[in-house]
T-cell receptor
């Protein structure tokens, strides 16, 4: 099983729609989770951290489900400008005591008029 | 805050030459920086983890003699692509960790390398 998995999409939605992405992780000891957004030919930009209790930032809501080992990102009232690739990042503890940050392959979102 | 500057943003070089890319954390100290490569329509691929004052840790399949990484200070890491070939043409991105691994990564704006 991959350390971090995402549905690559693309998710095609009309403007105004609500869309949700999931990201599953394999290491139950992971403690930190993030969502990034990457536009074509640009660097990833931090969208939001994911907290245990769930958190919201405007139209974006992130949630963590430890029991099923996934995080989710919900986008409400989609805008054309939300079209991008959404990457999840998971902190993975290593047996050596060190840690690493693992990226999912990203989910592509296309919002159409 | 948490700005990472990467330079150059774009470079075109001839086959066989070397190219150096700089990654600087402008307003924080980064003991750990990461270098990624991304080919068109593909996901980010971690090349190496750069730790200040020590040798970089390379991912499997990445040639350490071809991709030289130096992290001489807490605010600067460099990636040198030696003897570049057309297949090295890609988008190279650095990121810096502000704090520990529970902190988010901050990315540079990337370097688009074209080898002719």
């Amino acid at each position: 099983r991959k350390e971090v998995e995402q549905d690559p999409g693309p998710f095609n939605v009309p403007e105004g729609a609500t869309v949700a992405f999931n990201c599953t992780y394999s290491n139950s000891a992971s403690q930190s989770f993030f969502w990034y957004r990457q536009d074509c030919r640009k660097e990833p930009k931090l969208l939001m951290s994911v907290y245990s209790s769930g958190n919201e930032d405007g139209r974006f809501t992130a949630q963590l489900n430890r029991a099923s080992q996934y995080i989710s990102l919900l986008i409400r009232d989609s805008k054309l400008s939300d079209s991008a690739t959404y990457l999840c990042v998971v902190n993975v503890p290593l047996s050596t005591g060190f840690q690493k940050l693992v990226f999912g392959t990203g989910t592509r979102l296309l919002v159409s008029p | 805050g948490a700005v990472v500057s990467q330079h150059p943003s774009r470079v075109i070089c001839k086959s066989g030459t070397s190219v150096k890319i700089e990654c600087r954390s402008l307003d924080f100290q980064a003991t750990t920086m990461f270098w990624y490569r991304q080919f068109p329509k593909q996901s980010l691929m971690l090349m190496a983890t750069s730790n200040e004052g020590s040798k970089a840790t390379y991912e499997q399949g990445v040639e350490k003699d071809k991709f030289l990484i130096n992290h001489a200070s807490l605010t600067l890491s460099t990636l040198t692509v030696t003897s570049a070939h057309p297949e090295d043409s890609s988008f190279y991105i650095c990121s810096a960790l502000q704090g520990n691994y529970n902190s988010p990564l901050h990315f540079g704006n990337g370097t688009r390398l074209t080898v002719t």
